[in-house]
C-alpha cells in the first residue's frame, strides 16, 4: 500500500515553467515504477511521463523534450519538470505507482494522488 500526494501546479502563461512534485508514504518507494497522467475536461486520462526503479524514463510524444521526470528515492519523492509549456498542457496532473519501463509497457496499479491542477494561459 502507498499513499501519494502531488503538489506544485498552478497558473503559468504559455511557454512558462513548473515543477510537480509526488511524495510517497506507507510503502517502499524505490519497488515502484512511478508514471505521471494528465487528464484535462472531457478528454481520458493520459499518460505523459514514466520512471523505472532503476532511473529510466521514458515520455509520450507530446511531452518529450519539454517535460523531465525524476525521483529521489531518498525523499520517497518523484518530480515532474514541465518547460515551454502550451494551453495543451491544461490538465489535472496525477501520479502513480506501478510497474513497467516505458510508455507502452507501463501498468498502473490502483495508487493514484488526488491530483494537481495546471493551467497554462494568457
Known amino acids: 500500500q502507498v499513499q501519494l500526494v502531488e503538489s506544485g501546479g498552478g497558473l503559468v502563461q504559455p511557454g512558462g515553467s513548473l515543477r510537480l512534485s509526488c511524495a510517497a508514504s506507507?510503502?517502499?518507494?524505490?519497488?515502484?515504477?512511478m508514471g505521471w497522467y494528465r487528464q484535462a475536461p472531457g478528454k481520458q486520462r493520459e499518460l505523459v511521463a514514466v520512471?523505472?526503479?532503476?532511473?529510466?524514463?521514458n515520455y509520450a510524444d507530446s511531452v518529450k523534450g519539454r517535460f523531465t521526470i525524476s525521483r529521489d528515492n531518498a525523499k520517497n519523492t518523484v518530480y515532474l519538470q514541465m518547460n515551454s509549456l502550451k494551453p495543451e498542457d491544461t490538465a489535472v496532473y496525477y501520479c502513480?505507482?506501478?510497474?513497467?519501463?516505458?510508455?507502452?509497457?507501463?501498468?498502473?496499479?490502483?495508487?493514484w494522488g488526488q491530483g494537481t491542477q495546471v493551467t497554462v494561459s494568457s
Open positions: 506507507g510503502s517502499t518507494f524505490s519497488s515502484y515504477a
Open positions: 502513480n505507482a506501478g510497474r513497467g519501463l516505458s510508455i507502452a509497457t507501463y501498468y498502473p496499479y490502483d495508487y
Open positions: 520512471i523505472s526503479r532503476g532511473g529510466s524514463t
